[in-house]
């Protein structure tokens, strides 16, 4: 193991990296799999640079709340390397244990000043972080301890960080302005869920998206049972348990598990795991995934079919079709085609239809905001309508390459209806023929599943057939183990079957 690197030189990686995903909208997993990979950090250096990183980005608003009540300047004029700093010594003082205020202090100061190598900018910091420090009552309360909500922020597992003045707004006379500022979502997004969720419902999906979130592992049961797997896992000290097929392990990174070169097993959440699932292969179907990168589910597919039948794999990116060429050679699956390709309207270059159809389609990621951390802050409210124009696209073009008697599966990462039943339902009703039935489940969050409630009927070139709705699913994120997100299985047949 290498030795530890200078606790300030970690800080400084994390904040060259939080200035790269916001100004040349970069992501943070992909620039941290990068610089982890160098091989001159340890494995605590690792551990506490992703800390740093994605606990700065989920808090990114409640930080910048507090600074703005402690500075003279407005944030807007501050110098960026100043205001990284400041957000990063806030995060340790108020979210993290282990790290002596003073430390976290101290550090971002020495930080300022080898950046700005200005004493007016090192002064500043020193004084914001000091008066914010002073001002904590209490870092870790109880809610019961709670009597001001607008001195309170929360931390973590019902504690409560609090403080000797207000800081934000009072929930009684601005909801949506306090959850925003004390959970750290943008105000849009929160008005959306209270809406549609009300307020205990959107404060979990809060917390849960501000928890740094498991790692599920699918195991390549073709290469080693889940049995063999976790026993390997034993054998080099890696905790880990199961969940239904899913090896969870603990805070491991990524390449010090045994058994990811040789393909023994897929990093994917719990809940994507459901969609190759839900489309009910079996064994010499040909298959089509219209959105395929990385490879996630297309791997999956594969090892369902047992090494028989063919997949179609394609994608617009031909980087990201690289990704599933390098993933399917790494778990040993032969049974696929690369297509690069439009999925949108007429872009798929088929003349051919398909057992099966599976559409991870491209979407708003509120169900796995805690881990795409920075998406939170690129996404703006008009994206969910363009977004929901483009995925009806791509399922009215997936519905078309349907066999008669097959499945298409639609899915997203997304919590948002205009992204998931309200395009199923638009697909449905907008169909002259047939009789339309009313989806039945709500929008809770609950898991819920319809079957066979809506039909209609259309000619093609040749012959008439008709879809339904077999089967949906939906998780909020918080509810249910794993991320959030939606599953809708369509089934096309022909009359009177």
Known sequence: MKNSSPETNVRHEAIRILRAIDEQEVFARELLSERCSRGDLSERDKGLLTELTNGVIRHRLTLDTIISSFSKIPLARIEPWIIYALRLGLYQIIFLDRIPSSAAVNTSVELVKKLTRRTDATRFTNAVLRSIERSIQKKSAPASEITDPRKALYRRENTWCTFHVPLFPSPDEALSSYLAMNYSHPEWLIQRWLSRYGKEKTMEICRSNNRAPELFLRINQRKISIREFTA?????????????????????????????????????????????????????????????????????????????????????SPSRLQLVKENCRRMGIH??????????????????????????????????????????????????????????????????????????????????????????????????????????????GNKKTCEKTKTFHRHSADNEFSFYLDAEEYHLPGMTVGDGGYLARLCKRRPGR
């Open 232 to 316: 390997l896992l034993d054998q080099k000290g890696i905790p880990s348990h199961t969940v239904g097929n899913a090896v969870v392990v603990g805070d491991t990174a990524v390449s010090e598990i045994p058994g990811f070169a040789e393909g023994l097993f897929f990093v994917q959440d719990i809940s994507a795991m459901k969609a190759a699932e839900f489309l009910k292969v079996d064994k010499s179907h040909t298959v089509l995934d219209l959105c395929a990168a990385p490879g996630g589910k297309t791997t999956h597919i594969a090892e369902l079919l047992e090494g028989t039948g063919w997949i179609y794999a394609m994608d617009i």
């Open 335 to 444: 049974n696929v085609s690369l297509v690069c390709g439009d999925a949108s309207e007429d872009g798929a270059p088929f003349q051919m239809q398909f057992d099966r159809v599976l559409i991870d389609a491209p979407c708003s990621n509120t169900g796995v905001l805690a881990r795409r951390a920075e998406a939170r802050w690129r996404l703006k409210e008009g994206d969910i309508e363009s977004l929901a124009s483009l995925q009806y696209s791509i399922l009215t073009a997936g519905a078309a390459l349907m066999k008669p008697d097959g499945y298409l599966v639609y899915s997203t990462c997304s919590i948002e209806p205009e992204e998931n039943q309200a395009i199923i339902k638009k697909f449905i009703t907008q169909q002259d023929l047939g009789q339309i039935l009313p989806i039945r489940g709500g929008e809770d």
